[in-house]
């Protein structure tokens, strides 16, 4: 029989991943003038995603219908940041590709909340632009290894929202 843990510490482990590369990205792009492309803010939109969806987890009841609204919104932007984070890895490593200015950007930047908060939303940099790399990866490459950290991190919430009945 498993024994039922909590899930917010889980829960807060994959809400600071998704704040701190949110963080990190608005660090960069600010402090350095490295210029998100529009496969970046897919990947912001992505962790913004995981971000709410760890908080709602945490902070709902165990085993009702919000908490796996919540799971599938998680779910949903692991994968979908995974998805973009490891494509961007792939165009970098394919300089002959591009997503420069393209439709994608301009439907990103055409986005009623982007005016909003312009540093976090506009895409105004290009996908084949490499940065220095820290500690020997680029940007891209840490993304997708924060998107896999929260997928694990996902994964061990729900394990521990099960209880000793075997529900979640």
């Not at 990205?25 to 492309?37: G, V």
């Not at 995981?50 to 779910?75: D, E, M, N, P």
């Not at 692991?78 to 994608?104: E, K, M, R």
């Amino acid at each position: 029989m498993m024994q039922h843990t909590s899930v917010k510490p889980w829960a807060a482990l994959g809400f600071l991943i998704s704040a701190g590369a949110l963080a990190a990205a608005l660090f960069f792009q600010i402090s350095k003038d490295w210029f998100p492309c529009p496969l970046c803010i897919v990947q912001r939109y992505a962790y913004l995603a995981t971000l709410l969806g760890f908080l709602g987890l945490g902070l709902s009841r165990k085993g009702g219908f919000v908490a796996g609204l919540f799971a599938l919104l998680t779910l949903t932007g692991f994968i979908a940041g995974a998805g973009t984070a490891f494509y961007h890895v792939w165009v970098l490593s394919n300089p002959l590709q591009t997503c420069g200015v393209d439709p994608l950007q301009n439907t990103l930047n055409a986005l009623p909340w982007v005016s909003l908060w312009p540093d976090m939303f506009t895409a105004d940099g290009l996908c084949t632009e490499e940065y220095p790399p820290l500690l020997g990866l680029s940007l891209p490459m840490w993304s997708g290894i924060g998107f896999l950290a929260q997928g694990l991190v996902l994964l061990l919430a729900l394990r521990s929202r099960k209880s000793v009945r075997g529900s979640w």
